[in-house]
């Protein structure tokens, strides 16, 4: 382990360390455009130049291509290194226009902060000579170019080659006419693009999803997963609610990836990346919904799950457990489904059980992120033991037939839209032969207008929850906002249900749920809601999985 | 025109007619020394190579025979790669190699494979040779035919093929990983270094030298006369001679084949025939266009070798001797030098691809009247901003020659501005 001093400062890092990631160490930041520490790197920006000294004998070099030495001094605050920085900037600056009060990266952009900390000089170029690029370019169905704000760092072409394979964008002409261009016959459309605007350090490529949408210093930023696929990517989850005027039917302004070695990296795929529109789309469910007589006013959320409860008891009491199907959901939380399961298979005793049907939609798997199965807790609804395994009830697919042949005289459907699940007959057979179907959605569709009671859920972006991914980590949700409407999580409709049932599920809150879920469940033995942590932890005798660099098997070279 | 020098090693044969043609060398004496390689072991050539001082011609100076022993041991295949992109303003010695005796560099550069036992050549040839590159590739055919290329040269059991490639006509890919991203298909940006010098990971990743023509066609001859001989010729540090490109404003421009440290002042009066039409020299450009100007006093009693000339604050280079009379007006050349570098530039690099362009635009005021003086000490700090803050020379090509112009002839600049 190399031991060097950073600006006085002692720090010892990894072998192979270069200097940037190692001022980390020490919380000093080195000013940077071409490297990311997920790319190769190529040392054209210049920009990271610090003084080095190696037994008694100082030089310049690049930290990004240096590597930790013993007995190295570096300097990276000195009259050399500013003036250093300070020319490169002003190269930069010869033709970039530093509009930030119109550019979209204002606020995010590191030309315009390294600009404030290290430049500050007049310019000696005379405006009528800097040189003019293409504007406001599509490269693809999402991202949008300023060549003339690029400073041709070729991250966005790195990534394409190294982590994609797919190499859309490259840089085109030689010396003051290089620029940065789609490669001929190719749009930036790969699963992934979006990540080219998160590696940009300037305002060159912007996302037309998000564009001229908000200024990022009135954003609040908050750490969660993604729940798109079984991966749960770590994000942050960009939003503003203050100024509803502007796009009232937007609170989540854009999702962004967040480091975590052993999930995802610094990547994220296009599919979460703009899968947040979903929360406050349209259709959302705002309030609970009844078939039955409400003697002229609008039913709340507790009078329906009440009904629900009422109903489920009644059936129990009449015709046995078997009597009731409940078709969950692998996406609910850890949370969820500890509630259901303690509710209905503990105290209930209902087999009729299950989270995995051959209707649910498979996402496209690929050897990045994308995992086909899109439920984000499917490893925690087995690690559950939401089906009742070993149990006489029915499951999966053979549930679904039973349901639809009418041997069950109460349904109840977490979240799957049976309505387009299965053809128009057979859906109007479950609802002719079903006695009372309950149903908890958080969008309105077809079974929310056939359904007898149904109770508005939350979603992921309005709820704290843990969610356990295909690899066995545990990972949480955090709740930004309230949920749209009168919405509920779904452990609270299971708790409101348990209290009108008699069933002792006494939880105050969902960080009591999930400590509670280590006295049941051995894998989770021990873990508790803080030791989770923001970077998630792994089940009981689940080893942490090896590293392996997200990156295609083909990557195309650096160019 | 090629040179009239008393020590010709190289050029002994650039007379001979159809010495392109291998019957003509043969009888010249053409694989000679290849045939006495091929029974030595590899490392033995390698010695001699080092012990004769040649240092490489393509500018840098660096001993070939060290740079032949940095070949990491365990790792093939292994490459040789003959720079022959010669693009560097002033320097047009590797062409009469091309054009006179491509058979000598073809015996060099398989020497040099045997001696790190590469298993094939690249001949990399300026785009714009396109003689040179025909008479290169008959002769290669050549070898081929006669066994000198191809598998088992000369009953040795050691195989090497040669393969020729043409380059688009980028200055940059004169520069060895530029060069070799060239040949690997890729748009001509040099790479970044360290780690990665050629020797140990070079083409495709692999062990491959990279030496220019000039500096491979020395080998045979190395070989044929001895070590010491060899090293006997130059100066102290600098073994054998050097193809000098003489041009500029000299009565006899042209290609002359001198022992190194033949002095520069002996170069320009004695063989180019001094300057025309009785006009006084001012200035002289040594080593290409990427050296220091050195004025017509510091031209005195300087020996053309890489040390003494380095002393003297230039470059030896690629030995091309520019000459400069009294007539020149220095701020019109610093123009033309910028104009290249800055369009030669890769474009990978901010200092480079954003100063260059810069430097041209400043340097063009001086032409037409519109500069101040404060763009002089602009310039020389544009320069100084640009100077060794790059990823490769080409930087530092077009920053040392600024720096000199600017500072050894600042006055011809103030005279330019108009306040």
Same mark, same amino acid.
């Given at each position: 382990?190399?031991?060097?001093?950073?600006?006085?400062?002692?720090?010892?890092?990894?072998?192979?360390?270069n200097l940037?990631? @190692?001022a980390?160490?020490?919380?000093?930041?080195? !000013?940077?455009?071409?490297?990311?520490?997920?790319?190769?790197?190529?040392?054209?920006?210049?920009?990271?130049?610090?003084?080095?000294?190696?037994?008694?004998?100082?030089?310049?070099?690049?930290?990004?291509?240096?590597?930790?030495a013993?007995?190295?001094?570096?300097?990276?605050r000195?009259?050399?290194?500013?003036?250093?920085?300070?020319?490169?900037?002003?190269?930069?600056?010869q033709?970039?226009?530093?509009?930030?009060?119109i550019c979209?990266d204002?606020?995010?952009?590191?030309?315009?902060?390294?600009?404030m900390?290290?430049?500050?000089?007049?310019?000696r170029?005379?405006?009528?000579?800097?040189?003019?690029?293409?504007?406001?370019?599509?490269?693809?169905?999402n991202?949008?170019?300023?060549?003339?704000?690029?400073?041709?760092?070729?991250r966005?072409?790195?990534?394409?080659r190294?982590?994609?394979?797919?190499?859309?964008?490259?840089?085109?002409?030689?010396?003051?006419?290089?620029?940065?261009?789609?490669?001929?016959?190719?749009?930036?459309?790969?699963?992934?693009?979006?990540?080219?605007?998160?590696v940009?350090?300037?305002?060159?490529l912007?996302?037309?999803?998000?564009?001229?949408?908000?200024?990022?210093?009135?954003?609040?930023?908050?750490?969660?997963?993604?729940?798109?696929?079984?991966?749960?990517?770590?994000?942050f989850?960009?939003w503003?609610?203050?100024?509803?005027?502007?796009?009232? #039917?937007r609170r989540?302004?854009?999702?962004?990836?967040?480091?975590?070695?052993?999930?995802?990296?610094?990547?994220m795929?296009?599919?979460?990346?703009?899968?947040?529109?979903?929360?406050?789309?349209?259709?959302?469910?705002l309030?609970?919904?009844t078939k039955?007589?409400?003697?002229?006013?609008?039913?709340?959320?507790?009078?329906?799950?009440?009904?629900? @409860?009422?109903?489920?008891?009644?059936?129990?009491?009449?015709?046995?457990?078997?009597?009731?199907?409940?078709?969950a959901?692998?996406?609910?939380?850890?949370e969820?489904?500890?509630?259901?399961?303690?509710?209905?298979?503990?105290?209930?005793?209902?087999?009729?059980?299950?989270?995995t049907?051959?209707?649910?939609?498979?996402?496209?798997?690929?050897?990045?992120?994308?995992?086909?199965?899109? @439920?984000?807790?499917?490893?925690?609804?087995?690690?559950?033991?939401?089906k009742? $395994?070993?149990?006489?009830?029915?499951?999966?697919?053979?549930?679904?037939?039973?349901?639809?042949?009418?041997?069950?005289?109460?349904?109840?459907?977490?979240?799957?839209?049976?309505?387009?699940?299965?053809?128009?007959?057979?859906?109007?057979?479950?609802?002719?032969?079903?006695g009372?179907?309950?149903?908890?959605?958080?969008?309105e569709?077809?079974?929310?207008?056939?359904?007898?009671?149904?109770?508005?859920?939350?979603?992921?972006?309005?709820?704290?929850?843990?969610y356990?991914?295909?690899?066995?980590?545990?990972?949480?949700t955090?709740?930004?906002?309230? !949920?749209?409407?009168l919405?509920?999580? +779904?452990?609270?409709?299971?708790?409101?249900?348990?209290?009108?049932?008699?069933?002792e599920?006494?939880?105050?809150?969902?960080?009591?749920?999930?400590?509670?879920?280590?006295?049941?469940f051995?894998?989770?033995?021990?873990?508790?809601?803080?030791?989770?942590g923001?970077?998630?932890?792994?089940?009981?005798?689940?080893?942490?999985?090896?590293?392996?660099?997200?990156?295609?098997?083909?990557?195309?070279t650096?160019? | 025109?090629?040179?009239?020098?008393?020590?010709?090693?190289?050029?002994?044969?650039?007379?001979?007619?159809?010495?392109?043609?291998?019957?003509?060398?043969?009888?010249?004496?053409?694989?000679?020394?290849?045939?006495?390689?091929?029974?030595?072991?590899?490392?033995?050539?390698?010695?001699i190579?080092?012990?004769?001082?040649?240092?490489?011609?393509?500018?840098?100076?660096?001993?070939?025979?060290?740079? $032949?022993?940095?070949?990491p041991?365990?790792?093939? !295949?292994?490459?040789?790669?003959?720079?022959?992109?010669?693009?560097?303003?002033g320097?047009?010695?590797?062409?009469?190699?091309?054009?006179?005796?491509?058979?000598?560099l073809?015996?060099?550069?398989?020497?040099?494979?045997?001696?790190?036992?590469?298993?094939?050549?690249?001949?990399?040839?300026?785009?714009?040779?396109?003689y040179?590159?025909?008479?290169?590739? +008959?002769a290669?055919?050549?070898?081929?035919?006669?066994?000198?290329?191809?598998?088992?040269?000369?009953?040795?059991?050691?195989?090497?093929?040669?393969h020729?490639?043409?380059?688009?006509?980028?200055?940059?890919?004169?520069?060895?990983?530029?060069?070799?991203?060239s040949?690997?298909g890729?748009?001509?940006?040099?790479?970044?270094?360290?780690?990665?010098?050629?020797?140990?990971?070079?083409?495709?990743? #692999?062990?491959?030298?990279?030496?220019?023509? +000039?500096?491979?066609?020395?080998? !045979?001859?190395?070989?044929?006369?001895?070590?010491?001989?060899?090293?006997?010729?130059?100066s102290?540090?600098?073994?054998?001679?050097?193809?000098?490109?003489?041009?500029?404003?000299?009565?006899?421009?042209?290609?002359?084949?001198?022992?190194m440290?033949?002095?520069?002042?002996?170069?320009?009066?004695?063989?180019?025939?001094?300057?025309p039409?009785?006009?006084?020299?001012?200035?002289?450009?040594?080593?290409?266009?990427?050296?220091?100007?050195?004025?017509?006093? +510091?031209?005195?009693?300087?020996?053309?070798?890489?040390?003494?000339?380095?002393?003297?604050?230039?470059m030896?280079g690629?030995?091309?001797?520019?000459?400069?009379?009294?007539?020149?007006?220095?701020?019109?050349?610093?123009?033309?030098?910028?104009?290249?570098?800055?369009h030669?530039?890769?474009?990978?690099?901010?200092?480079?691809?954003?100063?260059?362009?810069?430097?041209?635009?400043?340097?063009?005021?001086?032409?037409?009247?519109?500069?101040?003086?404060?763009?002089?000490?602009?310039?020389?700090e544009? @320069?100084?901003n640009?100077?060794?803050?790059?990823?490769?020379?080409?930087?530092?090509?077009?920053?040392?020659?600024?720096?000199?112009?600017?500072v050894?002839?600042?006055h011809?600049?103030?005279?330019?501005?108009?306040?």
């Open positions: 382990m190399p031991l060097l001093e950073i600006d006085g400062k002692p720090v010892e890092t990894p072998a192979g360390m940037i990631e @190692a980390r160490l020490l919380n000093v930041e080195i !000013p940077h455009y071409c490297y990311h520490a997920g790319l190769t790197v190529v040392g054209s920006c210049r920009m990271c130049q610090v003084e080095v000294e190696i037994s008694g004998r100082k030089s310049i070099a690049i930290a990004c291509n240096t590597k930790a013993d007995g190295m001094k570096i300097t990276t000195s009259e050399v290194v500013h003036k250093l920085r300070q020319s490169v900037l002003e190269f930069y600056l033709h970039h226009p530093l509009d930030c009060p979209d204002a606020g995010e952009c590191d030309l315009q902060n390294y600009y900390e290290h430049g500050l000089h007049d310019s170029m005379p405006l009528a000579e800097k040189k003019h690029k293409h504007k406001v370019m599509d490269v693809g169905p991202i949008v170019l300023d060549s003339e704000r690029c400073v041709l760092c070729t966005c072409v790195r990534f394409c190294e982590i994609t394979g797919t190499g859309e964008l490259g840089v085109f002409g030689h010396g003051r006419d290089a620029e940065l261009l789609n490669v001929p016959g190719k749009i930036l459309d790969n699963d992934y693009a979006g990540n080219v605007v998160d940009c350090p300037v305002g060159a912007t996302d037309k999803d998000f564009r001229f949408k908000r200024r990022v210093w009135y954003m609040k930023r908050t750490a969660s997963i993604c729940t798109g696929c079984s991966r749960g990517c770590n994000i989850v960009d503003e609610t203050d100024r509803r005027y502007k796009d009232p #039917q989540i302004q854009r999702l962004k990836p967040r480091y975590n070695r052993l999930v995802n990296e610094w990547w795929c296009d599919q979460g990346r703009y899968g947040y529109h979903s929360v406050d789309e349209a259709n959302r469910l309030s609970p919904k039955s007589q409400s003697n002229g006013h609008a039913l709340s959320v507790d009078e329906v799950i009440t009904k629900i @409860a009422a109903r489920v008891e009644s059936a129990i009491e009449k015709q046995g457990p078997g009597s009731v199907a409940v078709i959901s692998a996406s609910s939380s850890n969820d489904l500890f509630l259901l399961n303690r509710l209905f298979i503990d105290k209930l005793k209902v087999q009729n059980i299950d989270v049907f051959g209707f649910e939609a498979k996402g496209k798997e690929d050897e990045l992120l994308k995992k086909s199965d899109l @439920a984000p807790n499917r490893r925690g609804a087995l690690e559950l033991q939401v009742p $395994w070993g149990g006489e009830g029915q499951g999966g697919d053979d549930l679904i037939a039973a349901a639809i042949e009418g041997e069950f005289e109460v349904v109840i459907v977490v979240r799957h839209d049976l309505s387009t699940a299965m053809s128009e007959k057979d859906f109007a057979k479950l609802r002719r032969n079903t009372y179907i309950a149903y908890l959605s958080s969008h569709n077809g079974l929310t207008e056939v359904a007898d009671d149904v109770v508005p859920i939350a979603m992921w972006a309005e709820r704290e929850a843990t356990t991914n295909f690899q066995g980590r545990v990972q949480k955090a709740r930004p906002f309230d !949920p749209a409407g919405a509920i999580p +779904e452990w609270e409709v299971w708790k409101k249900f348990g209290e009108i049932a008699g069933v599920l006494n939880f105050s809150d969902v960080r009591d749920v999930f400590n509670a879920i280590g006295m049941h051995e894998s989770f033995k021990g873990i508790n809601w803080e030791s989770v923001s970077g998630g932890r792994m089940l009981n005798g689940t080893p942490e999985p090896t590293y392996k660099r997200i990156q295609t098997s083909t990557p195309l650096a160019y | 025109m090629i040179g009239n020098g008393s020590t010709r090693l190289l050029s002994r044969n650039f007379d001979v007619e159809n010495l392109t043609n291998l019957e003509v060398a043969l009888k010249h004496g053409a694989y000679e020394q290849l045939k006495r390689a091929v029974k030595m072991k590899p490392e033995e050539v390698t010695e190579v080092k012990a004769s001082g040649l240092r490489g011609h393509g500018g840098a100076g660096f001993s070939a025979g060290t740079k $032949w022993g940095f070949i041991k365990d790792k093939f !295949p292994r490459y040789v790669t003959v720079n022959g992109d010669e693009s560097e303003p320097t047009c010695k590797d062409r009469l190699i091309f054009e006179r005796d491509p058979h000598l073809i015996e060099g550069a398989l020497i040099c494979a045997y001696a790190v036992q590469a298993e094939r050549i690249y001949i990399y040839i300026r785009g714009e040779y396109f040179p590159t025909r008479v290169v590739a +008959e290669v055919q050549q070898a081929y035919a006669k066994g000198f290329a191809g598998k088992n040269i000369l009953n040795s059991g050691w195989s090497c093929s040669i020729m490639h043409n380059g688009a006509g980028a200055y940059i890919c004169g520069e060895e990983t530029g060069l070799i991203e040949l690997e890729k748009k001509g940006w040099p790479r970044l270094k360290p780690p990665f010098y050629p020797a140990a990971i070079g083409l495709w990743g #692999q062990p491959t030298i990279v030496n220019n023509v +000039e500096t491979l066609a020395f080998v !045979p001859r190395i070989l044929e006369i001895g070590a010491e001989k060899f090293a006997g010729l130059g102290p540090k600098n073994g054998g001679t050097a193809l000098y490109s003489l041009s500029g404003n000299i009565s006899r421009p042209g290609v002359y084949e001198l022992p440290g033949t002095p520069l002042m002996d170069l320009v009066n004695e063989y180019g025939g001094g300057i039409n009785g006009r006084k020299l001012k200035a002289v450009i040594p080593g290409g266009s990427s050296s220091h100007i050195l004025t017509a006093e +510091e031209c005195e009693n300087l020996p053309l070798d890489f040390e003494s000339v380095a002393a003297r604050g230039s030896l690629s030995a091309a001797v520019m000459v400069i009379d009294e007539t020149v007006s220095i701020p019109k050349l610093m123009h033309w030098m910028v104009r290249f570098y800055a030669e530039s890769c474009g990978q690099c901010t200092p480079c691809r954003e100063g260059t362009d810069w430097l041209l635009r400043l340097s063009k005021r001086f032409l037409d009247g519109s500069a101040r003086k404060r763009d002089i000490d602009d310039m020389w544009l @320069a100084d640009i100077d060794g803050k790059t990823i490769c020379a080409l930087g530092a090509a077009v920053a040392w020659p600024t720096k000199s112009y600017l050894k002839f600042r011809e600049f103030e005279a330019a501005c108009k306040n």
